[in-house]
């Protein structure tokens, strides 16, 4: 009895190993390039599943990553009934669709900064004049198109900047005239073109003064996206080292992306520093002569 049951266990052993040999001379026979194909495929797969916990949509990349897999599963096939198989389109698949993610995680951090930089601005100045310039953005994001995004966000920058300036410029003008012109309009209709000359040699005197605003705008605006970017950057240590929300490799990318950021911002405010400053050793020039080279 004890025979039969060493000989039973030996034939066991012999049936695992003769199938453990023909799945090793399966896994054998694929080639370099199906290997490669399918390691690039699910890396893909883990992609978009950290893009999915950011909350960026993925249909884009989805759509591509469902053609990679069916074209992955016809070389595949190809190539085990001894067919010529090429990997080289499902490979590329998978590096466009790696491509996208970068440039959506991008724009999606970017998006952020926007956003909350935007709000803090819109506490005092009325931006409710891009609105469908901001909706614009938002949709761009939401329709994966995050190329025209990141140039949106730029342009979106740039607006805020231009509604600051005209409407601290406009308030001053109009607090500094109001009375003024009240009074004229009501006493003195026929001085109109001579208070319109007037109006515009001090527009054109003061032209200096609206560049040192302008300028000092964007540098309060570069400050207060550098702020946001610090306490995002903290928020990403925070969800590294202490709950683990992020990956290593997540963690050292957005992380290198905020010091560009800052370091870019840093680089501008080091420029309009020199612009103000070459600016204010140019206004040094005496009222009188400016007022010459104005009108002559």
Do not use: C
Not at 138 to 145: A, L, M, P, V
């Amino acid at each position: 009895m004890g025979k039969e049951i060493k000989i039973l266990n030996k034939k066991i052993i012999l049936l695992f190993l003769f199938f453990t040999i023909i799945f090793i001379n399966q896994v054998s026979a694929l080639s370099n390039e199906s290997i490669q194909a399918k390691e690039a495929l699910n890396q893909v797969e883990k992609n978009i599943f950290e893009m999915i916990e950011m909350g960026i949509p993925v249909s884009r990349v989805n759509e591509t990553y469902q053609e990679a897999l069916q074209l992955y599963s016809a070389q595949l096939s190809l190539e085990e009934k001894k067919g010529n198989a090429n990997y080289d389109l499902v490979i590329k698949y998978a590096s466009d669709i790696n491509s996208i993610k970068e440039k959506a995680i991008k724009s999606h951090d970017e998006l952020r900064i926007f956003k909350e930089t935007f709000e803090e601005i819109s506490k005092e100045t009325n931006l409710s004049e891009m609105e469908e310039e901001y909706n614009a953005l938002i949709q761009s994001f939401d329709e994966e198109r995050f190329e025209d995004t990141l140039k949106l966000i730029n342009l979106g920058y740039d607006r805020v900047s231009e509604i600051q300036s005209s409407q601290t410029a406009l308030n001053s003008f109009y607090n500094a005239t109001s009375k003024t012109i009240k009074n004229f309009f009501a006493n003195n209709w026929l001085k109109l073109l001579i208070i319109f000359s007037v109006t515009l040699v001090l527009l054109l005197i003061f032209k200096t003064n609206l560049k040192k605003l302008k300028m000092r705008i964007k540098f309060s605006n570069l400050h207060t996206r550098k702020k946001v970017i610090n306490n995002l950057l903290k928020n990403t240590q925070k969800d590294y080292f202490k709950t683990r929300k992020m990956s290593e490799a997540d963690y050292k990318i957005r992380i290198k992306k905020f010091k560009e950021l800052i370091r870019d911002i840093d680089r501008q405010i080091m420029v309009l520093k020199e612009d103000l400053f070459k600016l204010n050793k140019k206004n040094k020039t005496s009222p009188k002569k400016r007022l010459f080279h104005i009108l002559f």
